[in-house]
């Protein structure tokens, strides 16, 4: 049966990312737990893609849920401008000693993140009448969809009625990679020569240099070697370029460290965290950034300030969220390298089969290319995730491109059940 709310979502709801013409009818969820929801209609579902990569440790984990409850009852908002509280004193403590960056500015969203950080490395330079007009970034990256990020995601080619209202951003080549590729180092080689000749040209004149580090998610989870970019950072940083890390989807354990970042040994002077930050109980973000970035705006003249904010920056519930879940990622190492190993025990089935290919992994994420197959959003990719709903399993490939990013409490059994299922799509 389904319930009788489902009307009122077809006659007044909206639903993102979505042709609402020809998309199948939403599933209607009444509850979730662990790594599974349970629709109003009784199937179970297998959330194979943590519910768009923010649900963390399960849905409706009780330490988190616990830890709202509490806040909410304590303090549930309050202006963020000329006030604090504790939960964001130490939410911000706790980010700054597991990142090494020094300040934490408060937003509600990962594309909001990204707007703050683009906009504190252009005034950055201005504060120190310094002429940097100019942005970098890693082509195919995804940033979110407000103008500043869709300017700085440009090359993932979601933004095609807007194109002519973003500004100029020039796009460094992405040697995305994927296990026993032969290509590897003379991608990689060609993407540098490209920077050496921007730099050569444009390296005093760019303000800030933005990516994904090392999977860019929504063009593809598309992946790329940790010893490229160290060699990229290196050279931004002789130029004095900040380096801004966008790790709204590859934070909090997705690629096997808890930052992706950890896995470098140059380090950026920006991060933009979300998704995974409140465990995917709350819309919260954070751009992190170096003392010096933050020295830059202090003054005796307002005009040197950073006037940039949000009705809902540093919402308490956000943040004891945030702070229950780090509280639980102590423990979670475990979880991230079994998970890891279990796909590394699983993922030749996929690199083996005939009709799959660029078969990848990074962390705890795996993904895989069909052979031949339609675009984002075409006809073909819509039947494939209606094929993995009715196996109970939620994946949703982005065009040909089938990925897990599990919830860190998925089972070895459960993601064997996700890999065979996939290979289902050729029987
Ligand atoms: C999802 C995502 C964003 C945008 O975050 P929203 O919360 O959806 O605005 C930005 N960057 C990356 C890498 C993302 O995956």
Redesign the pocket.
């Known amino acids: 049966m389904q319930p009788d709310w489902l009307s009122l979502d077809q006659q007044h709801v909206w639903h993102p990312f979505t042709q609402a013409q020809t998309a199948a009818a939403v599933r209607p969820i009444a509850r979730a737990e662990g790594a599974y929801l349970y629709t109003s209609d009784g199937q179970t579902i297998l959330d194979a893609i943590s519910s768009w990569?923010v649900t963390l440790h399960g849905h409706a984990h009780p330490h988190i849920a616990q830890a709202i409850a509490l806040q909410a009852n304590t303090l549930e908002q309050v202006i963020f401008a000329g006030f604090s509280h504790e939960p964001a004193a130490r939410l911000s403590a706790e980010l700054c000693r597991l990142t090494g960056l020094q300040r934490v500015f408060f937003s509600d969203?990962?594309?909001?993140s990204?707007e703050v950080a683009l906009k504190m490395a252009l005034q950055y330079w201005q504060n120190q009448a310094q002429a940097r007009p100019k942005i970098l970034a890693l082509a195919g990256?995804?940033?979110?969809?407000t103008f500043g990020?869709m300017a700085a995601g440009k090359a993932s080619g979601f933004y095609g009625p807007f194109e002519d209202k973003l500004f100029e951003v020039n796009f460094l080549p992405c040697p995305h990679t994927w296990l026993q590729d032969p290509q590897q180092a003379k991608k990689e080689a060609l993407a540098l020569q490209w920077l050496d000749d921007y730099l050569a040209q444009h390296g005093p004149q760019t303000a800030a240099f933005i990516c994904?580090p090392l999977v860019q998610?929504?063009s593809g989870m598309r992946m790329y070697s940790p010893a490229f970019l160290d060699a990229v950072l290196a050279r931004l940083k002789a130029y004095g370029i900040l380096v801004i890390f966008?790790e709204?989807?590859?934070g909090f354990g997705r690629t096997g460290t808890l930052f992706a970042a950890e896995q470098l040994q140059h380090q950026p002077d920006l991060m933009?965290l979300?998704?995974g930050l409140t465990a995917g109980f709350l819309?919260m973000?954070v751009t992190l950034c170096t003392e010096d970035i933050y020295n830059a705006f202090l003054g005796a003249d307002f005009s040197r300030a950073f006037a940039h904010g949000h009705s809902f920056t540093a919402n308490p519930l956000g943040c004891a969220a945030a702070l229950a879940s780090l509280e639980l990622s102590q423990q979670t190492h475990s979880q991230r390298q079994y998970i890891q190993q279990a796909q590394q025990a699983l993922i030749p089935q996929w690199q083996n089969h005939p009709k799959l290919q660029h078969a990848r992994l990074c962390g705890t994420i795996a993904a895989v290319d069909l052979c031949n197959f339609g675009a984002y959003g075409s006809q073909s990719s819509l039947q494939l995730r209606e094929f993995f709903l009715d196996k109970g399993i939620l994946l949703r490939p982005l065009g040909e491109v089938v990925y897990i990013l599990p919830p860190l409490c998925i089972t070895t059994a459960e993601l064997e059940r996700v890999y065979q299922a996939v290979l289902a799509l050729f029987d």
Do not use: F, I, R
């Open positions: 990569w969203n990962g594309s909001s990204v990256g995804y940033h979110g969809d990020a994904e998610g929504a966008d709204v989807m590859t933009c979300s998704k819309p973000a």
